[in-house]
């Protein structure tokens, strides 16, 4: 299978399919920069001051160790959002004491496990096909601290690491492996042995838990993480935990990296080593956590109207064993967006029917039973489920949308989003195909789940996931559609996944990964969207402000607006930044009822507060990304490490 990483690369450089015809959203090049500061605290927790070269690792700047500014993108489009981001980092060894504390708080919470770790996967010939091979979890011996007690352990005692930036964020690298620690002996052996010598000693993890509100089954696998944080402004991660699943080999655990490399620490180049590891870990984070990119542009709105249509495409006896409206919960949605965009008003429809006839002879007429002898032999991860082609279904919807959603996406002030939810019959599912390649792979089926495309979000749920737990020691519960609604809709307002750049970003509070199946959004989405509208409005605001010319009075007095919004905005307040910057734009919108914004007489304007710069265009950065490279990259996964084989 494809990975994603190597998916991107190629579509970034040449895909452009001819079936692919859309309105891109947020297509035109931003008009305006500006430059905003972010502070970075690092923390570096049990490394020793003499084996990292702290000079080396704040080198700053393109292709050196950490990126000295970031311009925020549009997936989508290829536009510049404007803003063009500058981490100042600061870098900071934590005391012996702070260390030795870590460590004791850590062991009075440790729980000691012996069970099926998804990293220790043992490779065994297929039961149903002698062709194929597949792979089995194998148990060991593991200790698991529960991670969000970590994480406001880390927070309250933050004073002692000198505080944490009131304007920025907090990155704590450490590393452990007093603590209990796999070995890169171990990790060979098994490896060698086809799983045949269990490790000796015990890795370590950090782990949270996932139950589906709507149907009450519990994720497995929640056990496996290296790092952690997201509810506030900070991420933690442990170099000498691991190894996890989500990211096989690129973050083995640092023992086992310096094993296997037999880097000698008291050399210069060991000293050059681990400092480019750890900044390299770092320069994930920021662009994982503190300047994401878009998917699509991040369109401000007082009102946000999320019209979703639940198709039922079961049998009747399915839908007897689970009535469709269990598999929603309005509320939780409604809750998830308001606490997204605070200032906005949020509506949400939810409309279950019976999938029309016409669309679902179109679906059966584009189903295909997935077995694949070079998935099974080659890959060695057989896939036996139902597939139906999205393509088609996606033109159909796109060609009758106006049956379905009477309203178009932007009305005044409102902006509606259509989402698309089919329950499926079975074991069905979605997928966007590249050629003969079926799509990614969810953990447990392999199956497409869910995906934002330009237009409207598509979902596929099915029989199976309504009653999964069946297969999974908890009977009577499923999974059903609520947590991937908000998911794929926090794609359509414009939130990338925080994995782009690094899979263990996975390991983060947000209903936009895919391991932890979070209906919240966390910091990291909340700070991107927000920090986007209070930008979006600041533009405008001054777009219109430079063509004004008898309204003084009316200038005075979005400025003072304008700065008071700055000063929110300068300390992460961007709730009340989008607040007073919206109050702003509609005081110079009401001076100025007959102006029209030119993109081509557009003067530098400085506020009273200097960083309030307004510069020419900056163009586009990027080549256009079609829809489909864009429906691949928000293409859902959601599930995590579980595989069927385990049980």
Known sequence: MISHKVLLCVLFVVLILPFTTYQVRGAQPSQFSRSVSIPVKVVLIGFDAGLVDLSYLSWSGSSKNLPSSITNLVLDSGNSTGTVFHPDYTFTFAPVGFKQDFESYLHSIEKSVNGKDPWFQEYVPDKKNSDYYTTNPVAVNYVVYDANSVEDWLWNHAQTLGGVPSNGWTIIVSYLPELPSVTWSDVKAFEKTNGGKVPKSKPHYYGISSTDSDLGYSFRYRDFMNAWGGHHRMWFVDLSAGPVQNSRWEDIPLQVALGDNNIDLTLPFGKSWMTEYIAD???????????????????????????????????????????????????????????????????????????????????????????????????????????????????????????????PRMTGDTITIPVFAFALTGQTYFTYAYKWDIGKQDWETGALLGIALPEAAFISLNQWEFTRGNEANQRGKGDGFTETIIHETGHEFGLMHPHQYGDIGDFIYSAMGYFTNDYGFGQIDKDALQRAHADELYFKTTQLLSELSSTPNTESQTLNKLNEAQAAYDQ????????????????????????????????????????????????????????????????????????????
């Open 572 to 647: 992460m307040n961007y709730t009340g930044a989008v607040s007073t910057y919206a109050a702003a734009y509609q005081e110079a919108k009401q001076a100025a009822p007959q102006q029209t914004s030119s993109q081509n007489t557009i003067l530098p304007i400085t506020l009273s507060n200097g960083n309030m710069a307004i510069y020419l265009a900056v163009g586009i950065i990027v080549g256009v990304i079609v829809g489909f490279a864009v429906a691949n990259m928000v293409t859902r996964r959601r599930r995590g490490p579980e595989t069927k084989s385990s049980g």
């Open 281 to 407: 870990y770092v320069w994930q984070a920021t662009a994982n956590f503190i300047t994401p990119d878009f998917v699509y542009s991040p369109e401000y709105s007082p009102q946000y109207k999320i019209d979703v249509f639940v198709m039922d495409d079961r049998s009747s006896s399915e839908k007897n064993a689970i009535p469709i409206e269990r598999t929603v919960d309005q509320a939780k949605i409604v809750s998830a967006f308001q606490d997204l965009v605070p200032y906005s008003q949020i509506k949400i429809n939810v409309n279950f029917q019976d999938t029309p006839s016409e669309l679902h002879q179109l679906i059966a007429s584009n189903y295909k039973f997935a077995d694949s002898w070079i998935y099974g032999n080659v890959f060695g991860s057989p896939q036996r489920y139902g597939i139906v082609d999205m393509r088609p279904v996606y033109k159909y919807i796109l060609m009758n949308l106006a049956t379905f959603e009477k309203n």
